[in-house]
């Protein structure tokens, strides 16, 4: 069956450090995989596209890697600060007959304690 | 720009009542998904429609769920009649073009059905 599994337990990191969350999928051939964060009470926010054919993509504090042979991704925040406390999902672009719609994770709250 | 508007906010209503979501996305963007997210199942696409045709309606749940787009800036979601398990937060999303993969996401209709 088609599954996208993210961290399923909350993550709690203290203040300064690197946090990193992982996407892993099955079943699934995507030609992009973006990653959203989520406020509570809020609409998802895009933060980042990674395209099949890239390993690693970069923007101010956050990271993206995708290896597509082990169907995972991984979303780093370094010097991560309370602000960065927000749910944070993986959606991958799939195409489903002649359409192209994302399918998403269920997401992982990240928690930066000061 | 006012970024996508979605009305109402809450929504609380009795089962078997008739329910209507409203959105207006951003202007100029030629793609309108509607998604549902449950603390279970996450966020799932309902349907999406491009230059105001319904392209795929295959995630609407069962047909008490209708959408409609009558024009570039204006889309409903109906839902009759509404049941217990119809709860949830309802999110409208539009993006400029399917060659443009970043989703502008609304702040969600959040639907109580008692």
């Known amino acids: 069956s088609q599954k996208i599994e993210q961290n399923s337990e909350a993550l709690n990191i203290q203040e300064g450090k690197t946090a990193t969350l992982t996407c892993n999928y099955t079943n699934y051939s995507p030609a992009y995989l973006q990653w959203y964060r989520q406020d509570p009470g809020r609409g998802p926010v895009f933060l980042l596209l990674?395209?099949?054919n890239e390993k690693e993509k970069r923007k101010e504090r956050l990271k993206v890697t995708f290896d597509t042979t082990l169907k995972q991704s991984l979303f780093h925040i370094t010097a991560s600060q309370p602000a960065d406390s927000a749910t944070y999902l993986c959606a991958l672009d799939v195409n489903a007959g002649n359409n192209r719609k994302l399918i998403w994770g269920l997401g992982t709250s990240l928690a930066v304690n000061p | 720009d006012a970024g996508v508007i979605q009305s109402p906010r809450h929504e609380v209503t009795e089962m078997g009542q008739e329910v209507t979501l409203r959105c207006k996305p951003i202007s100029g963007h030629d793609y309108l998904f509607w998604y549902r997210q449950t603390m279970m199942r996450g966020l799932e696409l309902l349907i999406y429609?491009?230059?105001?045709?319904?392209?795929?309606d295959s995630g609407m749940p069962e047909d008490r769920f209708s959408a409609k787009m009558p024009n570039a800036s204006f889309s409903t979601l109906k839902i009759q009649p509404s049941e217990p398990r119809d709860s949830a937060v309802y999110f409208c999303a539009s993006t400029p073009n399917r060659a443009h993969n970043e989703q502008f996401f609304g702040p969600g209709t959040r639907l109580t059905v008692l």
């Open positions: 990674i395209r099949e």
């Open positions: 429609f491009n230059n105001n045709v319904p392209i795929d």
